[in-house]
């Protein structure tokens, strides 16, 4: 027997905050990814569940090693325990629509790549435009769920087909293999793919881009380096291990020395298409309004100072009437 058994006609009174950590470990998939969204430690978590399923009299997981899955009962629950969530974030929402300066935080999720070049850069112009403003980006492959409020902006590869979402734009960033400039004197004067030392992904990440495209051209690809931290392999590059793709944005352009760019053509297949997508309703928000503002301005650079093209179709911007 998995569970108590709860007395037939005994009412569960389930509380916002015991249905967030179920909502959170069901989302996640464990209770370690549970306690990292919800900044809690992981034994909080599973003692918060044990009650809940006592009270309940029914497992809500079937515990695994390498994570959870949800039971029948724990089934059952997840549409309500998601349509709470959602109506928590509508209620916390209308307040802010209302009462919100330019000020607070605001919480924008992207791929680590696109965080590390694109999104820390701009922070120091938010900063100096408006210092009332936390920029907080979640630099993760996870895909947070924006009508839950897990953030309020997402930077992601394609445009959703959520009607709640909004495309505020899209543009495709040009990239580029770089190397340490002493790693690039090494280098034969005519090279390709094969002959260079690549730095690439690793562990739950080694099926992202580019080591798929390596792995089709390279015959037995094997990295030189690898890490599951874009920011370690950054390092490793600019210390010198080998060569790794990077997007061709204003911020590397502006720092001219660390790395050089490569003579290389690289695969067609391996570009890096870029959009911004947000709730219709947090649009109204002026700080998440504010930060948009930025990151379309950023968009509109990278597209006429580097060329980039423009993606098969730029949706229309926030719409003037963003309740609607």
């Not at 009607?163 to 190397?179: N, S």
């Amino acid at each position: 027997m998995n569970g108590p058994a709860r007395a037939e006609g005994v009412k569960v009174d389930l509380q916002w905050d015991d249905l967030r950590i179920f909502l959170a470990v069901a989302d996640a998939g464990s209770l370690s990814g549970g306690a990292r969204r919800l900044k809690a430690s992981q034994p909080t978590l599973s003692r918060r569940i044990a009650e809940m399923e006592y009270a309940l009299g029914e497992p809500l997981f079937v515990r695994k090693n390498q994570g959870v899955t949800l039971t029948k009962t724990g089934a059952r629950l997840l549409p309500a325990a998601q349509g709470m969530a959602q109506w928590a974030t509508e209620a916390a929402r209308a307040l802010d629509a209302k009462n919100s300066p330019v000020s607070g935080r605001v919480r924008i999720t992207a791929a680590p790549s696109f965080a590390f070049d694109l999104l820390a850069p701009i922070a120091e112009k938010l900063k100096r435009k408006h210092p009332q403003i936390t920029l907080e980006v979640l630099a993760s492959t996870e895909r947070l769920n924006l009508s839950r409020g897990e953030a309020d902006i997402a930077l992601r590869r394609y445009p959703s087909d959520d009607p709640d979402l909004i495309t505020v734009d899209e543009v495709i960033v040009p990239i580029c293999a770089y190397a340490s400039k002493d790693y690039a004197r090494r280098l034969p004067a005519k090279y390709d793919l094969r002959d260079l030392d690549w730095i690439s992904w690793a562990g739950a990440l080694e099926m992202v881009s580019p080591n798929p495209e390596f792995a089709a051209r390279i015959p037995n690809f094997r990295p030189a380096f690898a890490s599951d931290d874009y920011s370690v392999q950054v390092a490793a590059c600019q210390a010198g291990v080998g060569a790794m793709i990077l997007l061709k944005t204003s911020h590397r352009l502006k720092r001219p020395g660390e790395l050089v760019e490569l003579k290389l053509v690289l695969p067609a297949s391996l570009r890096a298409e870029l959009t911004i997508i947000c709730h219709k309703r947090m649009a109204d928000l002026p700080k998440v309004r504010t930060v948009l503002d930025l990151l379309r301005q950023e968009f509109a650079d990278l597209r006429r100072s580097q060329g980039a093209q423009k993606p098969r179709m730029v949706a229309p911007i926030i719409a003037k009437n963003a309740r609607g």
